[in-house]
């Protein structure tokens, strides 16, 4: 396979970060917790890209175990915001340069705060999309962090 160059990938190589890349056969949209299974990943390790916005209008992005639901109270207070929301789907392009299910938290138009649940601290690596669907990146979440500003903070509803 060529080298897919996304504007994820061509940011993590300018600033030397290391990655690696996989590939799914994407067909028709699929859920995070199936593109972990077709990556062989266990879904604790993949997470998705989620845009949203306060009531202030600002745009924020949370960065959440695939498998895991984003806490709009708990992700509004991290941010100091009364109440967030996500963005409509038509939005998403617009704001991100990305698409719906290819959107990775690198290379978006502009540098929105990016909050990514604390599960991501303690692991070595974890799996966030390439910036295209069917691609995803393995990288060091602190490694992220350099290129990014990043927070880790627990914003996903709690399994009761």
């Known amino acids: 396979m060529s080298k897919v160059k996304t504007n994820a990938i061509r940011i993590l190589d300018k600033h030397k970060i290391s990655y690696e890349l996989m590939t799914y ?9 199936s593109v972990a299974n077709k990556i062989g990943r266990d879904p604790e390790e993949v997470f998705k890209t989620l845009v949203t916005r306060g009531n202030s209008k600002e745009i924020y992005v949370f960065v959440i175990p695939v498998a895991k639901e984003l806490d709009l109270k708990k992700a509004a207070k991290v941010v100091k915001e009364k109440k967030i929301e996500m963005i409509a789907v038509s939005e998403i392009n617009k704001l991100t340069g990305y698409i719906r299910g290819g959107c990775s938290p690198v290379g978006m138009k502009k540098n929105y705060q990016t909050i990514i649940h604390e599960s991501a601290k303690d692991l070595s690596s974890f799996i966030v999309s390439g910036g295209k669907i069917g691609l995803q990146m393995e990288l060091n979440p602190q490694d992220l962090s350099k290129v990014i500003s990043v927070v880790f903070d627990s914003v996903v509803v709690e399994e009761s």
Not at 25 to 33: L, R, S, T
């Open 25 to 33: 056969e994407a067909g028709e949209a699929i859920d995070g917790v």
